[in-house]
C-alpha cells in the first residue's frame, strides 16, 4: 500500500459513513476536551491567585463590614463564602436578644453550604472530561471493529485474502481506535489533576470558612 494512503486523511477518506462519523465524532470530542482544558486551566490560575489576595487583605483588615461593602461583593469563591457568613451574621443578630449558640450553629451551616456550592461552581465541566474519558476508548473500539467487519466483508466479496484487500480496512479500524485514544488520554489526566486541584481550592476555602466562623464567634462574645 502506497505510504501516502496510510496518512491521516487519506484513511478517513477510505472509510465508509459509520467509521467516518466515529472519526468526527471523536476528533469534535477532543476538540472539546482541549478548550475545557485550557479555558480551566486558566480560570484556576486565576481563581487561586485573586483568592490568596482577598484572603490576604481580609486578614489585615480591621472592619469586616467595610471590608465586605468595597471587596466582598466578586465573583471569586472566598467572596461569596464572606457574604454568606456576613448575610448569616446579619439575620442572626438582627433581634434585640441573640441565640449565640444557635448563631454559631446557623453560621457553621451556612459557611459549610457555600463551601459545597462554590466547590461545585468550580468543578461543573469537570464531568466532561470524565465522561470523554471513559467514553471515548469504548467508540473508538465500535469504529474498530466496523472497520474489521468492513475487511473481512470485502475478504468474501472478491475471494482474496491479499494484504492489498485486507489492509485498507484494518488500518481505518486502527484509526479509529487511535483517535479514540488521542481524546480519552488527555481528557483522563486532565480530570485527575484537575480533581486534584478542586480538592484543594475546597480544603483553603474550608479554612478560610473555619477562620471566619471563628472571628464572628469571637465577636459574639465580646458582645456578651
Same mark, same amino acid.
Given at each position: 500500500?502506497?505510504? *501516502?494512503?496510510?496518512?491521516?486523511?487519506?484513511?478517513?477518506?477510505? =472509510?465508509?459513513?459509520?467509521? &467516518?462519523? /466515529?472519526?468526527?465524532?471523536?476528533?469534535?470530542?477532543? /476538540?472539546?476536551?482541549?478548550?475545557?482544558?485550557?479555558?480551566?486551566? /486558566?480560570?484556576?490560575?486565576?481563581?487561586?491567585?485573586?483568592?490568596?489576595?482577598?484572603?490576604?487583605?481580609?486578614? &489585615?483588615?480591621?472592619?469586616?463590614?467595610?471590608?465586605?461593602?468595597?471587596?466582598?461583593?466578586?465573583?471569586?469563591?472566598?467572596?461569596?463564602?464572606?457574604?454568606?457568613?456576613?448575610?448569616?451574621?446579619?439575620?442572626?443578630?438582627?433581634? &434585640?436578644?441573640?441565640?449565640?449558640?444557635?448563631?454559631?450553629?446557623?453560621?457553621?451551616? =451556612?459557611?459549610?453550604?457555600?463551601?459545597?456550592?462554590?466547590?461545585?461552581?468550580?468543578?461543573?465541566?469537570?464531568?466532561?472530561? =470524565?465522561?470523554?474519558? =471513559?467514553?471515548?476508548?469504548?467508540?473508538?473500539?465500535?469504529?474498530?471493529?466496523?472497520?474489521?467487519?468492513?475487511?473481512?466483508? *470485502?475478504?468474501?466479496?472478491?475471494?482474496?485474502?491479499?494484504?492489498?484487500? /485486507?489492509?485498507?480496512?484494518?488500518?481505518?479500524?486502527?484509526?479509529?481506535?487511535?483517535?479514540?485514544?488521542?481524546?480519552?488520554?488527555?481528557?483522563?489526566?486532565?480530570?485527575?489533576?484537575?480533581?486534584?486541584?478542586?480538592?484543594?481550592?475546597?480544603?483553603?476555602?474550608?479554612?478560610?470558612?473555619?477562620?471566619?466562623?471563628?472571628?464572628?464567634?469571637?465577636?459574639?462574645?465580646?458582645?456578651?
Amino acid at each position: 500500500m502506497p505510504t *501516502d494512503m496510510m496518512s491521516p486523511i487519506a484513511l478517513f477518506l477510505q =472509510a465508509d459513513i459509520v467509521v &467516518k462519523a /466515529v472519526m468526527i465524532g471523536l476528533l469534535l470530542a477532543s /476538540v472539546w476536551t482541549w478548550a475545557i482544558i485550557v479555558g480551566h486551566w /486558566v480560570r484556576m490560575r486565576r481563581i487561586n491567585r485573586d483568592n490568596e489576595r482577598l484572603e490576604r487583605e481580609f486578614w &489585615k483588615s480591621e472592619d469586616i463590614d467595610s471590608f465586605y461593602e468595597t471587596r466582598g461583593r466578586s465573583d471569586l469563591p472566598s467572596a461569596k463564602i464572606l457574604a454568606a457568613g456576613i448575610a448569616e451574621w446579619r439575620r442572626s443578630t438582627a433581634g &434585640k436578644t441573640v441565640d449565640r449558640d444557635g448563631t454559631r450553629q446557623r453560621l457553621a451551616v =451556612a459557611l459549610h453550604s457555600a463551601v459545597a456550592a462554590e466547590t461545585d461552581r468550580v468543578a461543573s465541566r469537570l464531568n466532561i472530561l =470524565a465522561t470523554v474519558g =471513559a467514553v471515548a476508548p469504548f467508540v473508538g473500539l465500535f469504529g474498530t471493529v466496523w472497520g474489521i467487519m468492513r475487511s473481512f466483508t *470485502d475478504i468474501a466479496g472478491q475471494q482474496n485474502t491479499s494484504l492489498a484487500v /485486507v489492509a485498507p480496512g484494518i488500518a481505518e479500524a486502527l484509526f479509529a481506535t487511535a483517535l479514540g485514544l488521542f481524546a480519552a488520554i488527555p481528557a483522563v489526566i486532565a480530570y485527575n489533576r484537575f480533581s486534584y486541584g478542586i480538592n484543594r481550592l475546597e480544603a483553603r476555602l474550608q479554612r478560610f470558612a473555619d477562620g471566619f466562623h471563628g472571628t464572628l464567634s469571637r465577636e459574639l462574645e465580646a458582645e456578651a
